[in-house]
Each structure stands twice: as structure tokens, then as C-alpha cells.
């Protein structure tokens, strides 16, 4: 009889105890929970991410006997940037999608003059060597969607006219979900010209438009190539993105690198309204423009080109 009450007061004793090491153990669990999701990610999870915004943006301006003068207009831009991005385990898989077009229509004679025009397909898949360092090989597709003309009305550019084709096969750096930095060394870029008429009947076989011979369609370049990435939402309703090329032709003029930098700052209103910011600065040494010389006379070269598009409006984010 005295041993089963001991026991009873022993077991009585112990539960206290019990209880508060199970206590423990959860505190210690939501503790370590909690820890690891206050980290910082330093590998993009496994899984899917997906990533896109849609803006439409319109201007209208109507003048009825106005003395300060000015024309009648209408404008819009409607533009897509989005991204699709894999990984699972060692693999990873990014794509990006840009397609742009907008145009205006000034009341004063001349017709529809088109201010935006862009189609950019990029695609790189990699296999993980070390921590943040991957294996892969990149693909990537830009043109436009309809033909494009300068101030004289002549017709310079037309869908795959030119057309860029690259792929090639390096390493990819990318110690978080926020930055990339791919270098391949050895690339094929291939410049296709669809429309033989942008070569205006010329019958010099060494003229060259965007970089393909007179007479033919297409140029292969071989090169170097360095592609970099940067994406980060910097406050709850602001994001940031910029992605850079650098590509060296080892076929010709190897010194003379394009170079194509593109930023995007979105200012999100609410859920359907937002103002985008969106900068490109290209260089392309086999890309004439028109120029003038000290002397001021005209003739074509290359040059740096920047473009700038500020819109505000309907936004739809992905």
C-alpha cells in the first residue's frame, strides 16, 4: 500500500514537469520556425514563380479654336513584362517575356506614327556545379511586331527586319532570387533581315544593314556574351528591375560590344492603377542612324540610343 502511493505521488510530482517540457519543445519549434523564415532566401525556392504587370496607357488631347495653337491627339502605349521562373533541387529554369507597341495619332495631316514596338523572348536553363554557381545555356529572340519608318516616311525596320537570334551555353552566378550574372564565352547570335527593300536597290555587295550583307538575309556572329539581372521590390508598393547585354563579335570588329541596358520602376496606385518607368539605352555599332558632321553636313553612323517611356494608367499584375 505504501509503495502504490509512492508511486501515485511520484507521478504526481513528474507531470508538472512533463507538461512544461512539452512547453518547451514548443517554444523551441515555433522559435526555430520563426528564425529561418527571418532569413534571408539565398536560393530561390523549389517550385514555380511567377511574375508579370500589364499597363495601358492612353492620352487624348482635343483642341477647338484655341489661340496658343497646337493639334488635336490620341496616344497609347499597351505594355507586358513578365517572368517565369523553375527550380527544383539543382535545376533551374528562367524565362522573361517583353512585348511593347504603342503608336499616336497627331490631327494635323501626317498618319498613325508608331512610338513603341518591341517583342524580347529570353529563356536560360542551368544545372548547379557548386553553391550559386550553375551550368546553363541561354536563348534569346527579339524583333518587332510591324514595320517602322523615320521622319522622311521611308521604311527602316519591319518585323524580323532585323530579328535577333542568340544562344549559347557558360556559367550563371546567382547567389539569390534577386541577382543573376550569366558569361558565356563562346555564343552564336544570328541577325536575320526579312525585307530586302530596307537595302533601298542598292547593288553594293558590301553594303551592310544591321549587320547583314547586301544580297543576303542573314548574318551568324560568333562572340562573347555577358548578360546581368537585377530584380528587388523596394518598398510594399514600389518594385525595381534592370537587366543588362554586352555581346563581342570575334568575327568582326571584336572591340565594338553592343550593349542593350534596360530599367523598369513600377509605382503601384492600387490594384488597377499604377505609373511605370521604363529606360533603354542600346548601342550597335552595325546600326546607321542619321548624323551630321562638323561641317554640318548629314551621313549615317552609329550612335548611342536612349529611350524613355513614363505612362500612367490601368495596370494588371500577374
Known amino acids: 500500500m505504501t509503495r502504490y502511493v509512492l508511486s501515485i505521488l511520484a507521478s504526481a510530482a513528474l507531470l508538472p514537469l512533463a507538461a512544461q517540457n512539452d512547453v518547451d519543445t514548443e517554444d523551441r519549434d515555433a522559435s526555430a520556425a520563426a528564425m529561418q523564415a527571418a532569413l534571408p532566401p539565398d536560393t530561390i525556392p523549389n517550385g514555380w514563380q511567377r511574375s508579370g504587370i500589364f499597363n495601358i496607357n492612353m492620352t487624348q488631347v482635343n483642341l477647338t479654336n484655341w489661340a496658343a495653337g497646337g493639334f488635336s491627339s490620341v496616344s497609347g502605349i499597351a505594355m507586358f513584362n513578365g517572368t517565369a521562373d523553375w527550380k527544383k533541387d539543382r535545376k533551374a529554369w528562367d524565362n522573361s517575356l517583353i512585348l511593347a507597341f504603342g503608336g499616336q495619332h497627331i490631327h494635323n495631316g501626317s498618319g498613325p506614327q508608331k512610338t513603341d514596338d518591341r517583342i524580347e523572348l529570353n529563356s536560360k536553363y542551368g544545372y548547379e556545379l557548386k553553391k550559386s554557381l550553375y551550368l546553363a545555356g541561354v ?13 522622311d516616311g521611308d521604311r527602316i525596320s519591319n518585323f524580323l ?13 546567382r547567389p539569390s532570387e534577386n541577382f543573376t550574372v550569366f558569361f558565356s564565352p563562346l555564343t552564336a547570335r544570328m541577325i536575320i533581315m526579312n525585307d530586302k527593300t530596307l537595302f533601298g536597290g542598292s547593288t553594293d555587295p558590301d553594303l551592310r544593314v544591321y549587320g547583314v550583307k547586301n544580297g543576303s538575309t542573314t548574318e551568324l556572329e560568333v562572340g562573347g556574351y555577358v548578360r546581368m539581372q537585377y530584380k528587388r521590390e523596394l518598398a510594399k508598393n514600389i518594385t525595381f528591375l534592370t537587366r543588362g547585354d554586352l555581346f563581342s563579335n570575334y568575327l568582326r570588329n571584336p572591340q565594338n560590344i553592343d550593349v542593350t541596358w534596360e530599367t523598369l520602376w513600377t509605382f503601384k ?9 521604363n529606360t533603354v539605352l542600346i548601342y550597335d555599332h552595325d546600326t546607321n542612324l542619321p548624323k551630321v558632321n562638323p561641317e554640318g553636313l548629314p551621313y549615317t553612323g552609329p550612335a548611342t540610343q536612349f529611350k524613355q517611356t513614363l505612362g500612367i494608367g490601368l495596370s494588371f499584375k500577374l
Do not use: I, K, M
Open 139 to 151: 536563348f534569346q529572340f527579339r524583333s518587332q511586331f510591324t514595320e517602322g519608318f523615320n521622319a
Open 161 to 173: 527586319a532585323p530579328g535577333y537570334a542568340l544562344l549559347g551555353v557558360g556559367l550563371d552566378y
Open 269 to 277: 496606385v492600387n490594384e488597377w492603377f499604377a505609373a511605370t518607368l
